[in-house]
Every structure is written in C-alpha cells, then in structure tokens.
C-alpha cells in the first residue's frame, strides 16, 4: 500500500509541474517534464537528507548518547531491522521524527528537549513508535510527501509572480486580469492541495506506529504519557519549522489555536491517540 501510495505522489508531482508548465505552451511543459524528473529522483533518494538538514540535525554516536543507541538497537533486534543512524536535533522543542527511504537507509531524530523531558520508559516508546514508521515502511512516502508539499507551495509562489511580471510584459488587460486570477486561485488551492496530501498520509499511520510501539514495548501507558508530555510541553515550547514537514513529527510540531487551522492538522488528536492505547483520553483521567 505505502509503495502504491509513493508511486502516487510522484505521478502527482509530474502531472502538476506539467499542468502549470503547459501555460507557457508545449516548451513549458516540456521543461516542466524535466524538472519533475529530477524533483521525483531527488525526492526519492534525498528527500531524507533534506528533512534532516531542515532541522540542523546532527548524528550521533553510541558514545553521545547511549540513552538512546541502547533503546533502539533493543527495538531493532526484535523487529528484525537494520539499526538506523541517529540524529539529535539542537531545540529544547520536545519532538521526534524517522525518515528514509527504507529500513536499510533509515534514520531517527530526536530533540534535547524530548531527552530532557521523557524518562527512559517514555523515550522507549516513543523511540518504538518511530520505529514502527520504518518497519510499516511509510517513511519514505511521508519525506516523499513533505518534499511534494514544499515545492507545491513554492510552485504556488512562483507562479504568482510569473503572473504578475508577464503581465507587465504585454498582452490585454483581459489577459493579464484572467491571469491573476488564475495566479491568485493557485496562490489559495496550492497550499491547500499540499496539506491534503499530508492529511492523506498522516493520521493513519501515527494511529499504526503507536500501536506498533506499545505492542513492541508491552507498555502503551508509557506510550501514552509521553504523548501527553509532549501535547502539553509542545504548546509551551512549539517546535521551529515548516507546515510542509510538520507530518513527520510524533507530535504536531506548529499548533494553532485558530480553528480553521485545526482542520488542516496532519496529526489526530493526542486524546484519541491516547485514549486508542490505553482506553481513556488521559493517563490521569477516569475511563469513559
């Protein structure tokens, strides 16, 4: 399925770049053709590396931090996984995100803040959690999707300022006011299709990799209370980044409070998370 849904997304990037470049006529969709193939392999082998570079994350050896090298090499062995490299991102932001194209070529990235913040059963399920991205094999369509969602709003960008500019170049003004408006319609929907593509990938799979966690772990209300940790901490301390990467996160990493936005979350909501692992929204709460 998540091979399928990969295939998808690149065929979308292809067909979008060709839908915008045939407004310049058959030389600009040849040219849009071009440059999708290139975006399409560079998402495929780099998208990765360019989520990790985002954040400043810095690898780390078992020396640096065995906290967690010892956790995931335990977790990797019951899998069957290759050990994936480690990263540490330079926030006090509490996060974590896997990335990669596959298990062989998988990586886990965790904040100082998330270290700081989880005792050593909470980071564990969070690490499993993670984990069980790169065993589900969905880490490469969500750093495939984050790759997509950026460029759809850089496209968006670009072609609201080839519109304006063209416009001054000559034409009617019938042409240029049909022309901005198509360039303002882009401007809105692109955004929007982006986000789709990140609500299409993003619920189910962090429903998925915390089920896979806690029953990796045996101990979802380690689980859960990190979770809970990490809701209540992230709406303090909200981690620095981008809406196009904000699905590769364990926890939605820009919180809004508008709700508008909140029908764009690429996360389910913590309690429903929560309340999947172990049967109520809260680790403090009564059962319902």
Same mark, same amino acid.
């Given at each position: 399925?998540?091979? +399928?849904?990969?295939? *998808?997304?690149?065929?979308?990037?292809?067909?979008?770049?060709?839908?915008?470049?045939?407004?310049?006529?058959?030389?600009?969709?040849?040219?849009?053709?071009?440059?999708?193939?290139?975006? $399409? *392999? *560079?998402?495929?082998?780099?998208?990765?590396? +360019?989520? +990790?570079?985002?954040? $400043?994350?810095?690898?780390?050896?078992? /020396?640096?931090?065995?906290?967690?090298?010892?956790?995931?090499?335990? &977790?990797?062995?019951?899998?069957?996984?290759?050990?994936?490299?480690?990263?540490?991102?330079?926030?006090?932001?509490?996060?974590?995100?896997?990335?990669?194209? $596959?298990? #062989?070529?998988?990586?886990?990235?965790?904040?100082?803040?998330?270290?700081?913040?989880? $005792?050593?059963? /909470?980071?564990?399920?969070?690490?499993?959690?993670?984990?069980?991205?790169?065993?589900?094999?969905?880490?490469?369509?969500?750093?495939?999707?984050?790759?997509?969602?950026?460029?759809?709003?850089?496209?968006?960008?670009?072609?609201?300022?080839?519109?304006?500019?063209?416009?001054?170049?000559?034409?009617?003004?019938?042409?240029?006011?049909?022309?901005?408006?198509?360039?303002?319609? &882009?401007?809105?929907?692109?955004?929007?299709? %982006?986000?789709?593509?990140?609500?299409?990938?993003?619920?189910?799979?962090?429903?998925?990799?915390?089920?896979?966690?806690?029953?990796?772990?045996?101990?979802?209300?380690?689980?859960?209370? %990190?979770?809970?940790?990490?809701?209540?901490?992230?709406?303090?301390?909200?981690?620095?980044?981008?809406?196009?990467?904000?699905?590769?996160?364990?926890?939605?990493?820009?919180?809004?409070?508008?709700?508008?936005? #909140?029908?764009?979350?690429?996360?389910?909501?913590?309690?429903?998370?929560?309340?999947?692992?172990?049967?109520?929204?809260?680790?403090?709460?009564?059962?319902?």
């Amino acid at each position: 399925m998540n091979t +399928l849904k990969t295939a *998808f997304l690149l065929t979308a990037l292809t067909l979008l770049l060709v839908l915008i470049g045939s407004h310049w006529g058959e030389g600009g969709m040849i040219i849009a053709f071009v440059i999708a193939a290139g975006m $399409n *392999f *560079f998402s495929y082998f780099y998208s990765d590396k +360019l989520a +990790l570079r985002m954040y $400043n994350a810095q690898p780390v050896t078992r /020396e640096q931090l065995p906290r967690a090298y010892e956790v995931v090499e335990r &977790m990797t062995q019951r899998m069957g996984l290759p050990m994936p490299k480690i990263y540490v991102i330079p926030t006090d932001a509490p996060n974590a995100f896997a990335t990669g194209r $596959n298990p #062989n070529h998988a990586s886990v990235a965790v904040t100082h803040g998330i270290l700081q913040l989880l $005792n050593d059963d /909470e980071l564990e399920g969070v690490l499993a959690h993670e984990l069980g991205h790169v065993r589900n094999r969905d880490i490469l369509t969500s750093s495939i999707a984050a790759t997509i969602a950026g460029a759809i709003m850089l496209l968006a960008r670009m072609t609201w300022w080839a519109e304006i500019f063209g416009g001054f170049g000559g034409g009617g003004g019938r042409d240029r006011r049909g022309g901005g408006i198509s360039a303002l319609f &882009m401007l809105i929907l692109a955004p929007i299709a %982006a986000m789709l593509i990140q609500l299409w990938i993003s619920r189910t799979r962090e429903y998925e990799a915390d089920a896979t966690g806690a029953h990796l772990t045996g101990n979802p209300y380690a689980l859960a209370s %990190a979770l809970e940790k990490l809701d209540a901490y992230s709406k303090r301390m909200p981690m620095p980044g981008t809406p196009s990467t904000a699905h590769l996160f364990i926890v939605q990493p820009l919180l809004s409070r508008n709700s508008f936005a #909140n029908l764009f979350s690429t996360h389910p909501p913590i309690p429903k998370r929560i309340e999947r692992l172990i049967g109520r929204p809260s680790i403090y709460g009564a059962p319902r």
